[in-house]
């Protein structure tokens, strides 16, 4: 599997200035970090990817120890902190780190939280039960170190739950028609268009054979793509449907250690 061509230091600044799901398309103009701005966040987030839910199965992970690789807004990770996980979360930029406090602190709820590149992982090795990472290790200079890192830090028998991008998607289709095949560019490759024209630069996307192979230090692997509300914009519902799930642009990984 190919790495990106960027640095993590380009990734850490797209992202620090727009912490995921948070766009003024989302919240508006309500007070940043108020009650309602957070609770506009998590509806639209679970309005846009209800499948979180039975993919990740928070619940089902009460009283262990579990660790969010790239927390993002901290909107999946008040669903483990509510569901009674011992919660732990890194993420490169601080944006991510101080939102996802306060929105725990909205809430009454905690975890240990720390900016860390997850490249090298700040935890001794067999910490975790729980690994979870939701649409993370395909922005990072090196998937790979990310996945070799979370494997280090679970415990023998311990979960990797998590979602990384498909290559072979009605998204990247769309996207490939959009930024190669409108502007004449049509030798550009699928690979290309997402590195450029998909959040910060460099993103990567997989197929399951690829994924297969990332995750083969763990002793059982499962990939469920997923077609998402990114594939179905501007399609018709009825040419959507004929399309099997294998064309959808979220993989949902489940890996144990
Ligand atoms: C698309 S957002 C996803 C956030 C959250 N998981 C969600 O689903 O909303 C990607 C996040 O990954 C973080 N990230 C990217 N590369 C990382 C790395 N090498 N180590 C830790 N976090 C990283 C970014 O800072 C950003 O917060």
Request: hydrophobic content about 40%.
């Amino acid at each position: 599997v190919p790495e990106s061509l960027v640095c993590n230091g380009v990734v850490k600044d797209y992202w620090e200035a727009r912490p995921c799901g948070t766009s003024k398309s989302v919240v508006g103009n309500l007070p940043e970090q108020s009650l309602e701005w957070f609770e506009r966040v998590e509806a639209h987030r679970y309005a846009t990817e209800p499948f979180i839910h039975s993919i990740a199965q928070f619940t089902r992970h009460r009283g262990k120890r579990l660790l969010e690789v790239g927390v993002g807004a901290g909107t999946d990770h008040l669903q483990w902190a509510r569901a009674g996980a011992i919660c732990y979360g890194v993420d490169l930029t601080a944006a991510a780190i101080d939102i996802t406090k306060a929105h725990l602190d909205a809430y009454g709820l905690q975890s240990n939280l720390q900016r860390a590149d997850a490249e090298t992982l700040p935890f001794p090795e067999k910490y975790f039960e729980v690994v979870y990472s939701w649409g993370v290790i395909h922005h990072a200079e090196h998937p790979s170190a990310i996945v070799d890192e979370i494997h280090r830090v679970l415990k023998p028998g311990g979960t990797f739950i998590g979602m990384m991008y498909g290559r072979h998607s009605l998204k990247v289709l769309k996207h490939w028609a959009c930024y190669a095949l409108l502007r004449g560019k049509p030798w550009l490759t699928f690979r290309q268009v997402i590195s450029r024209h998909v959040e910060s630069s460099g993103t990567q996307a997989y197929t399951v054979s690829e994924l297969r192979a990332l995750f083969s230090r763990f002793s059982q692997f499962s990939a469920n793509p997923q077609i998402t509300a990114y594939d179905r914009r501007g399609l018709p519902n009825a040419l959507v449907k004929l399309c099997p799930e294998r064309f959808g642009w979220f993989i949902a990984i489940h890996a144990t250690k």
